[in-house]
């Protein structure tokens, strides 16, 4: 089951990240070098960067004492904070080594900001808080996926030892009687519980008291994207037809919450996914050694907002220091009256170009994201997409042949043909070497 083709060339004994240096295990070490690369970037906390005015933008719906930022936690987790801790079981497929960057058995990359949760609710230095990091996920290559991105993860907890009378409804009812209103169209047609989806946690909550929570999440989260679409609408991104903003609450499912939502925004003709969230899984408070609370959390992708905010065509945008992209934010930590939508770069000519290969023995075990890396790690960011062409299974051998079609094209300049020939010849010797599969 160690799948020989995860793994780079040649695996070091150790890896420093952000200066802290831990043992790697070769059945397990799985990160390649552009993703290491990009450990140390932190785009969350870089001045004048549309990852970090998105942070700024949401910080601001979620006021301080209340809400406490917690904006540079280490991306180097262990397996026990970014999945046990939150209740995902032994066999989730997000463990999996074709998803998620290990150093060693019980140390990965963070796949989430989540993973955070627990430390935060034991050290309970304020009765909410807010966490923006990087996260790290192995993925299809594509205009809005990239390997790195932002998370920002946001939770409130009451306390039924401190709140008045011990009530919890009360308490949070007040709360929601003081957070403002809005005049969005929300739809919400879901029951405040599904049996088998998304059941009360009957064992710890009232069903009275996980709705107002789940009242109060929802509230504060429409209140977070009425301020995202201000500003959307400040930077001409929506279309000044007087229509009110329309979002929805769609049913979905977390390991860490019951029930859970997601809620998703109606923009350029199609409902968007924005978050994630749900009133936490009571076991992961018990944990943290605060029983007594109740509460909920969400976790939102940075990129996608900020690609809404500024109208960035494409998430490399993001990794670029190229001046014509940096340049276009200046100024707008400091005054986000500034905020402007981005103006793209021209286009550079695109070059396909495809590889076929048959998978070597013992290779039942394809993963996609494993091919992926490989080109990222040969071409870096002059690769746009990459699609599967074509699969075929040979109907006497049972061998299976797949075909690649790589999209060069670097958002710099124009790729030279010899230059992008050579890149692919080198992304060819690269999936033999480090995938056994046979060029066709
Ligand atoms: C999570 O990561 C959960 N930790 C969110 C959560 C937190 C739920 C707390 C409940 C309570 P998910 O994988 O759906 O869930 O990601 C959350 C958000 O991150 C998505 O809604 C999306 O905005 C963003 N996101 C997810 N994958 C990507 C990606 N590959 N590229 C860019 N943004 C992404
Ligand atoms: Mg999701």
Redesign the pocket.
Known sequence: ESSPTTTPSTIPPTVTINSKTYPTDPKWFNISPSVLALTSRKLHLQRDHPVQITRQIIESVFPSPTYRTYNDFDPVVSTHENFDSLGFPPDHPGRAKSDTYYVNSGTLLR????AH?AQLFRASESPGYLISAD?Y?R?EVDR???PV?H?M?G?RVWDRTKVPGGDIVAAVKKDLEELPGHDMLVEDPNPPFHEERNPLQSGHHRAEEAEVVGRHLKRSLELMVGEIFRRVKMAGGVDEDGEPLKVRWVE?Y?P??SP?W?LEVWYQGEWL??????V?QQQILIDAGVPEQIG??????L???AMLLFRIPD?RLFWSSDERFLGQFRGVSDDLGKLKAFVPFSKHPACYKDVSFWLGKGSEEWHENDLMEVVRDECGDVVEDVKCADKFTHPKTGRRSLCYRINYRSLERTLRNDETNEIHARVQRALVERLGVEIR
């Not at 796949?111 to 989540?114: E, F, K, L, M, V």
């Not at 996914?273 to 749900?278: D, H, K, S, W």
């Not at 909920?296 to 992708?301: E, M, P, S, T």
């Open positions: 796949t989430h900001t989540s949760e996260v996920r993925d809005s996926h990239y991105f998370q993860e939770a979905a977390f860490f919450t859970s997601e996914e924005v978050l994630g969230c749900g936490s909920w959390a969400f976790g939102i992708g990129e996608r907002i998430i």
